[in-house]
Each structure stands twice: as structure tokens, then as C-alpha cells.
């Protein structure tokens, strides 16, 4: 019975030994072979590199975001939110405490105030009171991010219109930065015949070497400020909303001195600022400084009056009674070279 047995085993393991057929390596079943390892080894070094531990990230600073203003003033963006915060939240961003705002924003400003740090030789553009809102060399800053930094500004105006202003900055290169910025006011007022239209256009760019012996900053402004003129209320219109009438509550309602007239100031400016060391401060041990700075500015700007009639009821008799316009043009081209040597001894 065990032999039996046993020879059906071996017949049937005979069997099985034949029935295996010889495999064939063709092309197709190589290539399988080839992605099936390298999907393989690719898993095995994703596992790998999951378990690999990142070195750690390093976070940018609040402290790394620099504002240089044109004097070299450096200070760094402040997020925090403090009454000083609120102080600029307006039309100037910056604090106003000792300007009267008029009825409308975009229009003048009474100055309680002197401002005694002007040190300009030469003398200053007329219709001074078109120019709170127009940015000069001084309100420019140029900066320095480690990450693209934005800012929006955005409040309403009165009646019908909108203040915006929008700013971004990058550094393409740790030593080379760009910024853009818009700054656009539409406000109707309350008022009749006092819109105001304003925008303020400015581009910079600074630079420096790695070396740091070389800086280059410049800047590019496009301004216009449009404001209609109303020659303020009447006389009788001053007594009807002083006196309380609730047909004359609504402003919009109130007589005006004229409706015919509009004042506007547009500038652009073209500024660069680029400095060389030839001998520069490298520690503490070095007393000795010199370089050449150069400045180079050309501003082309003019303020207009138009009125299509002469307001005779008011200014009185008048040379020309219609088409009236007065304009007044600036354009400047400056020039500056500095030799500056310091001496720390």
C-alpha cells in the first residue's frame, strides 16, 4: 500500500514538472521589469525622505521690513494697532492735528502751524494750498523686504466716491527692491459744485552692490489733484442753515456763489539719487570715509484755473467776463554733486 502510495506522488510532482513551460524575456515584459523597479526604488526614497527631518525654516522679522526715508532715516513697518494709528487714518496719512480740514476731502487745509525746517534755496511753487496732497522729494521712502509686503488703504468718501490707496513692494535680490503705489481719491461733497478728483502715482527703486561701496535710488511721481470751485456759500444760505430751518438741513440744497469754475495741479517728477565710497567704514578700527554722491531731479508741474464766466456778483468788475483762465507752469531740472570725507580722529 506505501508503495502505491508513494508512486502516485512522484507521478503526480512528474507531471507538474512538465506541465511548466519555459518563460520567454521578451521586450514588453523588460520594460514592465524596468518600471516596476523604479517605481519601487521612487517609493522607497519618498519614505526616505519623509523620515529625513527638514531643517528648520527661518521666519522674517517685523524688524526686517525697512523704511529709508530720503534723509536715511531707517525704521521698520509697524502692524500694531494704537490710537497714533488713528490719528493717520485720513486723506494725508499722517497726523493732521494742526490742519482745518474744508467741507470735502481732496480740498485745502487751514494751517495752525509753521513749519520752520524748510531749507530750500531756491523759492517754492505758488498756489501752495493745492499741495497738502502733493508728495515731494522728502515724502518718497524707498524699502528693503525679505518677502512681498502690500498694503491697502481704503475709506469712504463723502456722498458719493471712494479713498483708496495701494501699495506693494518685493526684493527681487537681497540688494535690489521695487515699489509701486496708487493713491486715488472721487468724492462728490456735501456741497453743490465741490468734487474733488485726486491721484498720486509713485514707483522706486533702490539698489546696492555686494560690495556695498555703490547705492542707487530713484524714484518716479505722477500727480493730479482736480477740485471744482464754488467761491463758498451765500450770505442768505449761511442764515438759513444757521438758523435751524428743516427745509435747509439737506446741504446739497444751499445756494453757492458760483458753479462754473475748477482748478487742477499735475505734476511728474523724475528722481535719482546714487552715491560711490571710495574709502568706507569696515569695522570699528577705520576712521576714515569718502565718497561721491550724486542727485539729479527734473519736475515738470502746472496749476490752472478755469471759470467759464466772470463771477461779477461777487469779485466785483472784471477785465474779461468769460473764458477765464489762469496757469502757471514749473519745470526744474536739478542738479547736485557731493564730495563728503569724514574723519572719525
Known sequence: MKRIILSVILLVWFCGINAQEKRVLTKESLDFKKDKDSLFSSSRNSEDFKNRKSPKQQLAKISDYLIISQENDTTF????????KDYKFNYLRKDDFELIPFSNLGQTYNSLSYNFKNTKLMPSFGARAR????????????????????????????EQGQLVDAFFTVNTSPRLNY?????????LGKYQHILTSTGNFRFTTNYKTKNEKYFFRAHIVMQDLLNQENGGLQDSSIENF???????????????????????LEGKRFHLDHTFHFVQKKDSTSNHTLNLRHIMSFEDKYYQFDQSTAATNFFGPAFKSSRLRDRVTLENFYNQFQLNYSNNL
Open 131 to 158: 499741495h497738502f496732497n502733493y508728495m515731494e522729494i522728502e515724502d518718497v521712502n524707498y524699502y528693503r523686504v525679505p518677502t512681498p509686503l502690500t498694503e491697502l488703504f481704503f475709506k469712504t468718501a463723502f
Open 179 to 187: 515699489s509701486i503705489a496708487y493713491k486715488g481719491l472721487r468724492s
Open 77 to 84: 513697518v509697524d502692524t500694531t494697532l494704537t490710537i497714533y
Open 242 to 264: 444757521e438758523s435751524g430751518d428743516p427745509e435747509f438741513i439737506d446741504r446739497s440744497i444751499l445756494e453757492v456763489n458760483f458753479e462754473n469754475a475748477e482748478s487742477i
